[in-house]
C-alpha cells in the first residue's frame, strides 16, 4: 500500500484516492527533507542531489540501542505472606506493563481515534497529518503536531533510556536531545519510526489477525505505546492509570472511562481529572467526538457521555505508594527496603530494582498476627497518651526466623512532622533505620545464664544476693578487649528480700541482680561476650561489644529485633535463625529478577545453625519457664507452655518483656527512643506508679498479643531439662577455716553451695573468738551442687568438760572437741583437775549427760583446720 500505509488498512477499507495522492505528496516531502536538510547532520551521510530512491534509503536509520531495552521502569509491590495482602507499592513511575490482549479494545480505539487515527494506514510517518498539519498551521495561530503514535514512542523511548543515564550530566544532555523542538530531532524521529515499524514489521509479520494478542509489528507498536505513555504526574501506562482514575484493571475499561485517559496523554498535567476535572471533562468529550466521528461509538452513546460529569464516573484507588501509605506494617515495609538496599543479595542495585523493576515480593509477614501486634502495642500504651512512651513489638517464627509480625504505637511519617509519627523503627538496628538500640536490663540475664551452663555449672548452684563491691582485679578476661579493668563494681537489689544466698534458678526466677553479676564473676567475660555474640546479639548501633562486667544488666543497647532472636535460640534448641524478612521475589508475570550481569536475584535464605549446646538452651528454657510461674512473669500467662523474662534498665529507663511458646517468640520493648527517661513516680495508660518495671508496661502488651496471635498453634511443651543441668555435678568443697564469717559465705557461694552457720562455738587456745575454726564437709570434699556447707565459730570460753567431767565418758577416750595433741593430757590433773575426771577408771560412772562430746559445750568431729 506504499510506504505510509500499514496492510492492517484492509480491516478498515481501500485507500482512497485522496489517501493515496496526500502519502505520495508526503513521501515526496519527506524526500527532500530527508534528502536536503539531513545532509549536514551527523546521520547517514547523504548527496543534496541525490535521487528520490536515495533519499527514501536514508529515512531508514539504524536503530540505536535504546530500541534493544524492551523494559520499561514499572512499580513494585510488597506483600505480606499470603502474596495478595498488599503492603506497599514503589516506583519512579508508576507503571504496570500489560500485554495488548489484557488491554480494553475501547482503550485501544480511543487512544488511536484522538493520537493518529491513521495509524493502520501508515508505516510509522503519517503524510497525509504532516501536510495537513502544516496547512493548518499556517491558516491559524495555534500549532498542530504530527506525531504518530510510532513518532510518539520513538520520542519516549528515547526519553526513557535518557532518564535511566546514571550520570547526571550525560543524562541532563540526553534528555535535551531527546524533547528538544528542533527540526533536527524531527527528521531523526520520522527516520527511526520508519525504521522501528520496519524491524517489528519484520519480527511480527504485517498482517493483524483478529486474535487479541499481539500477531503483528502494529499491534506491537501500540501494546509499547499504551505501557510507555504518560497518564498523569508520576502516572505512566494504561494499566496504573485505570487503577488510579477507576479502580478496575485496563482490560475492564469501558468506551466512556477509555476516552478519559486516552485524552490525558496529549498533556498530563493540565488534563489531570484529580487536579483539573472539568478541563479533563473537555478534553474528553473531544476523544468522544473524534469517536464518535469514527463510527467507534454511536450517537445515543455519544449524547449520553458527553453529559455525564466526569466526577461520577470516578472511583479513585490510590496505591499505596511508599511505606508510608502502608496501614497495616510500614515500619516492617521499611526494614524490608532497607534490607533490599543493604543485602549483598542485591549486589547494590536493589534500590533500583525497587523503584523500575515491577517486582512482586512476597513477605514473611502474617497479616493476621501483625493486626494483633498493631492493636496490642497502642491498647497498651496509646500513641496520645500523656506519659510520651513509646513501644514496639516484634514476633518471630521459632523454628526459621521469618519475621511474623512488627510494630509501634507510632505512625510512620518519614518527615516526623505528624503527631505522634516518627521515623524511626524502634524494633530494628540503626543500619535498618533503627535508633541507637536500649539498654535490655535484665532481659539479657539469659545470655549470662546460657554461658553458666554451658562452662558445666547447673540451676541448682547457689550464688549470693548479698550486696558487695566486687573489685577489678577479681574479673577475668582472656580476651585482649577485657584486659585492664581495674574499677570496682557494685549493684543493688530492687528488694531488700533478694539480699540472700539463693539458688541460679531462684536468681533466674525473681531477676536478683546481685546474684548475678556474682554468676558473671565466676565466669570469663570474653566467653560471656562470645556466647553472646553466637546466640545473635549485636548492639543495634553497630559498635563492638564491651567486654565489662556491667554486660550482666544490659549496658549494651540492643533492638527488640535482635532480643527476639537471641531468645528464638533458646526456644529453637540451641540452633539460631538469622531473621528473614522476604519469601520470594519475582517480576511481576512470576519470572525471575536477574541483575545486570545476569545474576538471578535469590532473597536471603533461611540461614539456621547450632550454636549453643541444645542441653544448654532447654536448662535456659527450664529457667524461664519458672519465671513465668512463679517469679517475674507469673501474672503473664497465656494458657500454654510459655517461657520468659521481664527487663528493667537501670533507673527504670526501658522495661522489657521476651518471651516464647516451643512455635513463636515475640520481644517488646517499651521507653524513650530520644533519651533514657527514668519512668518513676509517673502515670502510664492511666494508672500511677512510683516504679515501673518490665512486668508492668511490656509484659501486659506481651501477653495480649500472644494471646491471640497463638490461637491457630496447638499447645506445646518445651523438651525437659536435663538432670545434669539442673543438679549438676559432684563440685567440691572450699577450705573456709580462717576466713573471715562474710569472706566465707562468698567462697561457700561461689563454689555453688548453700552456708550454714553452726549454734555449737568451738574453743581453741589462742583463738579469738568468732573466727571460723572449723567447717563441715571438710575442704575438699564432694557433693551435689547447691548442698550446706556449715561452719563453726571459735569462743574463748572453755568447753564444760574441762571443769566438769560428765559422767559416763571414757576416760581413755578424747572429747570431740579436743584441740590438744596425746590424750590424756600429761599434765592435765596437775594445772587443771576437772572434778569427776579419773585418769584410771576401774568402771565407768553413770552417764547422766551422754558419751564424750555429747554434753553442754561439746562439739561435733570433723576437719578442724589448721
Excluded at 729 to 755: C, H, M
Aim: glycine residues 10%.
Amino acid at each position: 500500500m506504499g510506504l505510509f500505509t500499514a496492510d492492517r488498512a484492509r480491516r478498515d477499507g481501500r485507500v482512497t484516492i485522496v489517501q493515496f495522492v496526500t502519502s505520495l505528496a508526503g513521501f515526496l516531502l519527506l524526500s527532500i527533507m530527508g534528502g536536503v536538510l539531513v545532509a549536514g547532520l551527523a546521520l547517514p551521510a547523504v548527496t543534496v542531489g541525490g535521487q528520490a530512491v536515495d533519499g527514501t534509503a536514508t529515512l531508514f536509520e539504524s536503530l540505536p540501542a535504546e530500541f534493544d531495552q524492551t523494559e520499561l521502569p514499572q512499580a513494585s509491590s510488597i506483600y505480606a505472606s499470603d502474596g495478595t495482602t498488599l503492603l506497599a507499592t514503589f516506583y519512579t513511575q508508576n507503571r504496570v506493563v500489560v500485554p495488548l490482549e489484557d488491554i480494553s479494545p475501547w482503550m485501544q480505539k480511543a487512544q488511536v481515534a484522538v493520537e493518529d487515527k491513521r495509524f493502520w494506514l501508515h508505516n510509522g510517518v503519517d503524510g497525509e497529518g504532516l501536510l495537513s498539519a502544516a496547512y493548518e498551521n499556517l491558516r491559524s495561530t495555534e500549532t498542530r503536531g504530527a506525531s504518530t503514535i510510532t513518532q510518539q514512542l520513538v520520542k519516549n523511548t528515547l526519553l526513557q533510556a535518557a532518564e535511566a543515564i546514571s550520570d547526571e550530566a550525560q543524562s541532563r544532555a540526553a534528555v535535551q536531545a531527546a524533547t528538544e523542538v528542533s527540526l533536527v530531532r524531527k527528521i531523526r524521529e520520522w527516520r527511526l519510526a520508519l525504521a522501528y515499524e520496519e524491524r517489528l514489521n519484520g519480527i511480527y509479520g504485517t498482517v493483524c489477525s483478529e486474535d487479541p494478542k499481539v500477531d503483528c509489528g502494529k499491534e506491537q507498536v501500540l501494546q509499547q505505546y499504551l505501557n510507555i505513555a504518560q497518564y498523569g504526574p508520576s502516572l505512566f501506562g494504561v494499566e496504573a492509570a485505570a487503577q488510579l482514575y477507576f479502580g478496575v484493571p485496563a482490560k475492564e475499561l469501558t468506551a466512556i472511562q477509555a476516552a478519559t485517559i486516552a485524552g490525558i496523554t496529549q498533556n498530563p498535567t493540565q488534563w489531570d481529572p484529580l487536579q483539573h476535572p472539568e478541563q479533563s471533562q473537555t478534553r474528553r468529550n473531544v476523544v468522544l467526538k473524534v469517536m464518535r466521528e469514527q463510527g467507534l461509538i454511536t450517537l445515543a452513546e455519544y449524547v449520553t457521555y458527553i453529559n455525564t460529569p466526569i466526577e461520577s464516573t470516578l472511583n479513585v484507588t490510590y496505591p499505596k505508594f511508599s511505606c508510608a501509605a502502608s496501614d497495616l506494617a510500614p515500619f516492617f515495609c521499611q526494614y524490608v527496603t532497607k534490607v533490599i538496599a543493604n543485602d549483598p543479595a542485591f549486589n547494590g542495585e536493589g534500590v533500583t530494582l525497587l523503584y523500575q523493576g515491577g517486582l512482586k515480593i512476597v513477605t514473611t509477614l502474617d497479616a493476621r498476627m501483625q493486626q494483633e501486634a498493631r492493636d496490642a502495642v497502642r491498647r497498651g500504651v496509646p500513641a496520645e497518651d500523656p506519659s510520651g512512651l513509646e513501644d514496639a513489638l516484634v514476633a518471630l517464627d521459632v523454628g526459621t526466623g521469618n519475621i511474623l509480625a512488627m510494630a509501634q504505637n507510632r505512625d510512620f511519617d518519614p518527615t516526623s512532622k505528624q503527631p505522634y509519627s516518627t521515623a524511626i523503627n524502634y524494633a530494628v538496628d540503626r543500619e535498618y533505620g533503627g535508633s541507637r538500640g536500649f539498654s535490655p536490663g535484665s532481659s539479657f540475664k539469659p545470655l549470662v545464664l546460657a554461658q553458666w551452663l554451658d562452662s558445666g555449672r547447673s540451676l541448682s548452684q547457689v550464688v549470693s544476693g548479698v550486696p558487695r563491691t566486687w573489685e577489678g582485679s577479681s574479673w577475668r578476661a582472656s580476651c585482649p578487649e577485657g584486659a585492664g579493668y581495674v574499677s570496682p563494681y557494685k549493684v543493688s537489689n530492687s528488694l531488700a528480700s533478694e539480699n540472700v544466698q539463693m539458688s541460679v534458678l531462684t536468681a533466674t526466677t525473681l531477676s536478683v541482680n546481685t546474684s548475678y553479676v556474682a554468676m558473671t564473676n565466676q565466669l570469663d567475660l570474653c566467653d560471656v561476650r562470645d556466647t553472646a555474640l553466637a546466640l545473635g546479639f549485636s548492639r543495634a548501633d553497630g559498635k563492638d561489644f564491651e567486654v565489662v562486667p556491667s554486660v550482666t544488666l544490659g549496658s549494651q543497647n540492643a533492638s527488640p529485633l535482635t532480643m527476639a532472636s537471641v531468645y528464638q535460640t533458646f526456644a529453637n534448641r540451641g540452633i539460631n535463625c538469622e531473621p528473614r524478612a522476604i519469601v520470594s521475589i519475582t517480576k511481576l508475570d512470576g519470572s525471575e529478577v536477574t541483575l545486570k550481569d545476569g545474576t538471578v536475584v535469590e532473597p536471603p535464605d533461611v540461614k539456621c545453625s547450632q550454636v549453643i549446646r541444645s542441653e544448654v538452651a532447654d536448662g535456659v528454657t527450664y529457667a524461664l519457664t519458672n519465671v513465668m510461674q512463679s517469679g517475674t512473669g507469673k501474672r503473664l500467662g497465656i494458657g500454654r507452655p510459655a517461657a520468659g523474662k521481664t527487663g528493667t534498665a537501670q533507673d527504670n529507663t526501658h522495661l522489657w518483656f521476651i518471651g516464647y511458646t516451643p512455635q513463636v517468640v515475640a520481644a517488646v520493648w517499651s521507653g524513650s527512643a530520644d533519651a533514657d527517661i527514668p519512668l518513676q513516680f509517673t502515670t502510664i495508660n492511666g494508672k500511677y506508679q512510683q516504679y515501673w518495671y518490665g512486668a508492668d508496661v511490656a509484659g501486659p502488651i506481651w501477653q495480649d498479643f500472644m494471646s491471640t496471635a497463638m490461637e491457630p498453634y496447638p499447645g506445646v511443651a518445651f523438651p525437659a531439662a536435663s538432670d545434669a543441668v539442673i543438679n549438676g555435678a559432684q563440685l567440691r568443697v572450699p577450705s573456709v577455716v580462717g576466713l573471715t564469717e562474710q569472706e566465707a559465705k562468698w567462697a561457700i557461694n561461689d563454689a555453688g553451695f548453700q552456708y550454714a552457720k553452726s549454734s555449737e562455738v568451738v574453743y581453741r587456745p589462742g583463738v579469738a573468738a568468732g573466727q571460723i575454726v572449723q567447717q563441715q564437709p571438710a575442704a575438699d570434699a564432694t557433693m551435689r551442687a547447691g548442698g550446706t556447707v556449715t561452719y563453726y565459730m571459735s569462743t574463748d570460753s572453755l568447753p564444760g568438760w574441762w571443769t566438769r567431767w560428765p559422767s559416763g565418758w571414757d576416760p581413755l577416750v578424747a572429747p570431740s572437741d579436743w584441740w590438744g595433741g596425746a590424750w590424756p593430757p600429761a599434765d592435765w590433773t596437775k594445772n587443771n583437775p576437772s572434778r569427776g575426771w579419773d585418769p584410771n577408771p576401774t568402771e565407768p560412772s553413770p552417764d547422766p549427760g551422754g558419751g564424750p562430746g555429747g554434753g553442754s559445750g561439746g562439739a561435733p568431729g570433723g576437719d578442724t583446720g589448721p
